[in-house]
């Protein structure tokens, strides 16, 4: 069990997002395997999370912005003509709530709901800047971002259904970056980890030995 909380409301840079927010990384074997349980328990963890007295919002979000950790990949459009050009973008699994826990506004398109199943289109939400490096600025919602794959491996697409106004991803000192954004709800994978957002209602500190407690 591993604490953080943002701390760069110290520095005179927009970071995009909202900076007073716990952050809760958990480790254990028993969160991977089979992918129903492992969602159920992160539900469970996350409904947990949400019942502490002074959390105004709680989130899952498997890379979280400027923590170090991140997972990037080439895509392209898919165009009349074929594939558009290679973008290199920034990816992150989020779960339900997590733009307004982070304060981070959809400005087009909608957010991820209980449609978005592992049954269902798999579909993404992309930031200001991918629709400006990918599209040149064209409308992007119900296009299709795919993975670059080589021809052996199983092609990987999504139906882009929102756009994510800017925050900084990797580095605070970085202009905006590419960012896609999917949701934990169609995720094939159970890791033997997962990450939370907390916003508190007040100070951050007090919230840290009930989140011990409810683990």
């Known amino acids: 069990l591993l604490f953080s909380r943002t701390l760069y409301n110290l520095l005179s840079i927009d970071t995009g997002f909202d900076q007073q927010v716990l ?3 958990l480790s254990h074997q028993s969160l991977a395997g089979d992918v129903d349980r492992g969602r159920t328990m992160r539900d469970d963890i996350l409904e947990r999370f949400a019942a502490i007295p002074g959390v105004a919002r709680v989130a899952q979000a498997d890379h979280v912005p400027l923590h170090g950790n991140f997972w990037n990949e080439n895509v392209m459009m898919d165009t009349p003509s074929g594939p558009g050009e290679r973008v290199l973008s920034n990816f992150t699994r989020v779960g339900k709530g997590y733009f307004e826990t982070m304060q981070v506004p959809i400005l087009r398109g909608r957010d991820f709901d209980r449609r978005d199943t592992r049954q269902s289109t798999a579909v993404a939400i992309v930031n200001e800047t991918f629709v400006k490096k990918a599209l ?3 409308d992007p919602i119900g296009r299709i971002v795919r993975l670059e794959t080589p021809p052996s491996e199983p092609a990987q697409m999504w139906e882009i259904v929102g756009i994510s106004r800017d925050a900084k991803h ?3 000192k970085q202009d905006f970056e590419p960012l896609i954004i999917l949701p934990v709800t169609q995720d094939g994978r159970a ?3 997962a990450r939370f ?3 508190p209602r007040g100070a951050i500190e007090p919230l840290a030995p ?5 683990v």
């Open 23 to 25: 952050v809760v990384s």
């Open 136 to 138: 040149g600025g064209a």
């Open 170 to 172: 990797t580095d605070l």
């Open 191 to 193: 890791a033997d980890w």
């Open 197 to 199: 957002v907390i916003k």
């Open 210 to 214: 009930a989140v011990v407690q409810k």
